[in-house]
Every structure is written in C-alpha cells, then in structure tokens.
C-alpha cells in the first residue's frame, strides 16, 4: 500500500468529521478509501450506460432493451465486477 498527502480546507474537514460519527466509519483514511470506491464504481455504471446509449435504436427492429433495463444490467455488471452481492 502506498502513502498520499491530501490537503482538505477546514468546512471539508469538518463535514467529514461529522460524517465518520453519522455513518460509523473508525477513520478518515478508511472513509476516504470508501469515497474513492464509490466514485470509481459511479464512473463505470456513467461509462457503461454511455456505452449502451450509444447501441440504442442499433437494433433496427429487433427486440430491445428499456432504458430502466439497460441500467439495471450495467450496475448488475458493475456490482458482479466488485463482487456485490444484489439479491
């Protein structure tokens, strides 16, 4: 594992406080971890529906996919990937 520096400026650093309390986190760094799997993840699911936005109407008359159900299947692959169990 590899040490950063991050610099926060003081209201940041204080909603992050309150917010280790609020949702039990024992560490900034454990919460920071947590913020930074979160963004990733979010960036996959915004990359995959991009994707899947870019096939609609690709079918040409086939059967095709909803856009609630193109994006339950992207996040069902996201959450596969990071081993999230959904059911």
Request: proline share 0%; glycine share 4%; aromatic share 4%.
């Given at each position: 594992m590899?040490?950063?520096t991050?610099?926060?400026d003081t209201e940041l650093l204080k909603a992050l406080d309150k917010s280790l309390k609020k949702n039990m986190y024992s560490t900034r760094t454990?919460?920071?971890r947590d913020?930074?799997?979160h963004k990733l993840t979010e960036q996959e699911k915004q990359e995959a529906l991009r994707k899947l936005a870019a096939?609609?109407?690709s079918l040409k008359g086939k059967a095709r996919m909803s856009d609630e159900?193109?994006?339950e299947l992207a996040f069902r692959k996201i959450a596969k990937k990071h081993r999230i169990n959904l059911d």
């Amino acid at each position: 594992m590899e040490a950063i520096t991050l610099k926060l400026d003081t209201e940041l650093l204080k909603a992050l406080d309150k917010s280790l309390k609020k949702n039990m986190y024992s560490t900034r760094t454990e919460f920071i971890r947590d913020a930074i799997r979160h963004k990733l993840t979010e960036q996959e699911k915004q990359e995959a529906l991009r994707k899947l936005a870019a096939l609609k109407g690709s079918l040409k008359g086939k059967a095709r996919m909803s856009d609630e159900m193109a994006g339950e299947l992207a996040f069902r692959k996201i959450a596969k990937k990071h081993r999230i169990n959904l059911d």
